[in-house]
T-cell receptor
Framework: DTGVSQDPRHKITKRGQNVTFRCDPI?????LYWYRQTLGQGPEFLTY????????KSRLLSDRFSAERPKGSFSTLEIQRTEQGDSAMYLC??????????????FGQGTRLTVV | AQKITQTQPGMFVQEKEAVTLDCTYD???????LFWYKQPSSGEMIFLIY??????QNATEGRYSLNFQKARKSANLVISASQLGDSAMYFC??????????FGGGTRVLVKP
């Protein structure tokens, strides 16, 4: 296993279009996280899954955003009716889960979204 | 709520010298973890080091060490013998209750030859 992979690496879309990103976590990891990072800032939490259950969503995740993790494997993040303010790097991470020593999160290389 | 503060937006360091990156945190949870990540220009967040709130000793990983001062709520990263490849953004992060990470604003390090 080569780590967390994200697809696509880059996406340019017109305002108003829908986009979908995919994340494949490390296979034995139960938890999967989505973060958003704007230029010059640290990543901000969006949502996370424990297996297939979505356990928490940030207030940053407006109703135009939806995330799924069917069967507890890969995850998708969809943004509907994109806005220029959605332009950012979308980072996916995975970890074994809660508990001491298990919370280290491994990140993918991210999907950079540009809305024009 | 958790908060991470990194007060140094950018730092220069001479190759082969040590550099300390500051990080202070705030949380009401008694159990938490502190992390440092490196983000080169390629964008990937690379895990460097972890410190648990109940760990008695400061964490070390190769050239990275974490100066954990619990009473001061600080978790500074020390990079020894800096290399040109250490030039990157560095983020301090915290989790509480084993859930999501809260990140600081980052410190950009530039290693000069």
């Amino acid at each position: 296993d080569t780590g967390v992979s994200q697809d696509p690496r880059h996406k340019i879309t017109k305002r108003g279009q829908n986009v979908t990103f995919r994340c494949d976590p490390i296979s034995e990891h139960n938890r999967l996280y989505w973060y958003r990072q704007t230029l010059g800032q640290g990543p901000e939490f969006l949502t996370y899954f424990q297996n297939e259950a979505q356990l928490e969503k940030s207030r940053l995740l407006s109703d135009r955003f939806s995330a799924e993790r069917p069967k507890g494997s890969f995850s998708t993040l969809e943004i509907q009716r994109t806005e220029q303010g959605d332009s950012a790097m979308y980072l996916c991470a995975s970890s074994r889960g809660p508990g001491r020593g298990n919370t280290e999160a491994f990140f993918g290389q991210g999907t950079r979204l540009t809305v024009v | 709520a958790q908060k991470i503060t990194q007060t140094q937006p950018g730092m220069f360091v001479q190759e082969k010298e040590a550099v300390t990156l500051d990080c202070t945190y705030d949380t009401s949870d008694p159990s938490y973890g502190l992390f440092w990540y490196k983000q080169p220009s390629s964008g990937e967040m690379i895990f460097l080091i972890y410190q648990g709130s109940y760990d008695q000793q400061n964490a070390t990983e190769g050239r990275y060490s974490l100066n954990f001062q619990k009473a001061r709520k600080s978790a500074n990263l020390v990079i020894s013998a800096s290399q040109l490849g250490d030039s990157a953004m560095y983020f301090c992060a915290m989790d509480a209750a084993g859930n999501k990470l809260t990140f600081g604003g980052g410190t950009r390090v530039l290693v000069k030859p």
